[in-house]
């Protein structure tokens, strides 16, 4: 099927430590995006990616890093300098050509410090 | 910038009656405007999108948006709700191509039975 995955649904971290999580695309989307989720707050923008090897930071993009070394995957990395980083995480990917530009989401993770 | 109000934290409607979801927009140029619901512990789902033509866009599962350049707005209808529409619902504009979304608070619809 196509889609959206993302891993894991949950993760704990601990005070001090650096986490990642995962996003893979089997769309064939140029672009995507990582999203924060906080309760009445909706979504908030981390960072983007328009093509393999480059991407932009978003609105909120302290305290976390990412990579796009291939057109499927865009890791985010929490690092410990986001002082708090416990939120529902959404990767989304879409496509810049042709009719549309809908963007699609994954199932998003869970992150929770502990 | 752009942005996106969503003026209503919750909408309470009676099952059976029309649900309306207001969004107004403030987007550069010719927006790309999309309505998308989320589940608890979802992933959000699209549900409709405006690009460009006939003023009134019909999605799935029965909504339909209806655009108002004048007004910049983009309010998401449906003639006859279902208890299984409450959910949490999300207005989006883009100037289009690959520069990012802009997405509203969300609005938590509850329709009682």
């Known amino acids: 099927d196509g889609g959206i995955t993302q891993s894991p649904k949950y993760l704990f971290r601990k005070e001090g430590q650096n986490v990642t999580l995962s996003c893979e695309q089997n769309?064939?989307?140029?672009?995507m995006y990582w999203y924060r989720q906080d309760p009445g707050q909706g979504l908030r923008l981390i960072y983007y990616?328009?093509?393999?090897?480059?991407?932009q930071k978003g609105d909120i993009a302290e305290g976390y890093s990412v990579s796009r070394e291939k057109k499927e995957s865009f890791p985010l990395t929490v690092t410990s300098a986001q002082k708090n980083p416990t939120a529902f995480y959404l990767c989304?990917?879409?496509?810049?050509?042709?009719?549309?530009?809908?963007?699609?989401f994954g199932e998003g993770s869970w992150l929770t410090v502990v | 910038a752009q942005s996106v109000a969503q003026p209503e934290d919750q909408v309470n409607v009676a099952e059976g009656n029309p649900l309306t979801v207001k969004c107004t927009y403030s987007?550069?140029?010719?927006?790309?405007l999309f309505w998308y619901v989320q589940y608890p512990n979802r992933g959000l789902q699209f549900l409709l999108k405006?690009?460009?033509?006939?003023?009134l866009v019909k999605g799935s599962y029965g909504f339909e948006a209806e655009f108002n350049k004048s007004q910049t707005s983009f309010h998401l209808k449906k003639p006859s709700a279902l208890v299984s529409d409450s959910a949490l619902y999300f207005c989006?504009?883009?100037?289009?191509?690959?520069?990012?979304?802009?997405f509203g608070t969300g609005t938590k619809l509850q329709v009682i039975p």
């Open positions: 989304a990917s879409r496509s810049g050509t042709g009719f549309g530009n809908t963007i699609y």
């Open positions: 769309l064939n989307h140029d672009a």
């Open positions: 990616s328009q093509i393999v090897n480059d991407f």
């Open positions: 987007v550069s140029g010719n927006p790309y």
């Open positions: 405006y690009i460009t033509g006939d003023n």
């Open positions: 989006a504009a883009s100037p289009g191509g690959y520069q990012k979304v802009t």
